[in-house]
């Protein structure tokens, strides 16, 4: 019997200790298993938000170049690529890898850069990993790129940061008057360039040079139609400085983005300038317009030499 409760005692203790053992060693696996930071690579590949991105940085061949360095990464989330026209992983697909390549670098900065760290100002210029520039604002409305709003910031990775956008950023490839001769909606706008360059080269100057930066509001073909020029042809007939005048209203110096417009008159090329609301949408009045505003209907096409806003009137001096 003594035996017996002998070897109940030492069961016992064995017990405790075992219990003992495995409390120590609880602990350690907690030090030792710490939540280490994830890579960026990482986030992309297991954050569901991240579904086309993910299937871009694949198509691209860049997982490893995010999973290494010190960066920063503007990354836009799935409702960013279906309002930038990429609606899902087989549009992706569908692209050259090169031009998705060229696209993905244009969101990387080869630094890591913190909310914190940017100063309250317009049209930072920063280089990405592609070589092109990139525009940061950061203002009472918060931080944004090219005009496209950070709409979460400061996601910590381990090496670097991400902050979520809800645009994709185009890398520009082409000048201001390039992209009116590349949109069939802009064929108006190119012959009324066209015309008024039988008086001056003032506006075809500003809309290819290189060496400055404007910001175009660009009328559609409806809005000069709309205008009184029924025709191209009508455009054609037109008094060459009398459309030099007109265009010049339609450019502001410098590269202004949507998130940089504030209500009030804003300078333009021409004498006069134009007033801009900014509320649920932006408007813009000329003094010849009355009461009848512009509105933009697509902003923040980035150009090589500054930034394209479509509206759908032509603005009168």
């Not at 993910?54 to 960013?80: E, I």
């Not at 950023?169 to 015309?195: C, H, K, W």
């Not at 009045?285 to 032509?314: C, E, K, P």
Request: with cysteine.
């Amino acid at each position: 019997m003594k035996r017996v409760k002998f070897f109940v005692r030492y069961a016992t203790k064995l017990m405790m200790v075992g219990v003992l053992v495995g409390m120590v060693a609880a602990c350690k696996n907690d030090d030792d298993n710490t939540v280490e930071p994830q890579s960026i690579t990482d986030i992309v590949v297991m954050n569901n938000d991240f579904t086309i991105l993910r299937a871009a940085v694949t198509r691209a061949g860049l997982a490893d170049a995010l999973d290494a360095g010190t960066l920063t990464v503007f990354a836009p989330n799935d409702a960013a690529f279906i309002a930038s026209g990429i609606p899902d992983v087989a549009a992706v697909n569908a692209l050259p890898e090169a031009t998705l390549k060229s696209i993905l670098e244009y969101h990387v900065l080869n630094s890591t850069v913190e909310s914190s760290a940017i100063a309250t100002a317009a049209d930072q210029e920063v280089g990405t990993l592609g070589g092109q520039n990139l525009y940061i604002t950061k203002n009472a409305g918060g931080v944004s790129v090219n005009g496209a709003m950070v709409i979460a910031a400061d996601v910590d990775a381990a090496n670097g940061v991400i902050h979520v956008i809800d645009r994709v950023l185009m890398p520009p490839t082409r000048s201001l008057l390039e992209i009116a001769q590349g949109n069939s909606d802009f064929s108006y706008l190119v012959a009324a360039v066209t015309r008024a360059a039988a008086s001056s080269q003032v506006v075809v100057d500003a809309l290819s040079s290189p060496g400055s930066a404007f910001t175009v509001f660009a009328p559609t073909n409806q809005a000069f139609i709309d205008a009184g020029f029924p025709t191209e042809a009508s455009l054609a007939a037109a008094d060459p400085a009398t459309l030099t005048s007109i265009l010049l209203y339609h450019v502001v110096p410098g590269r202004v983005f949507s998130t940089n417009l504030t209500t009030g008159d804003v300078a333009t090329a021409a004498t006069t300038p134009v007033k801009v609301d900014v509320g649920t949408g932006v408007t813009i009045t000329g003094a010849g317009n009355g009461t009848n505003a512009a509105s933009v209907t697509s902003a923040n096409m980035l150009a090589t030499n500054g930034v394209v806003h479509v509206i759908d009137r032509v603005l009168l001096p």
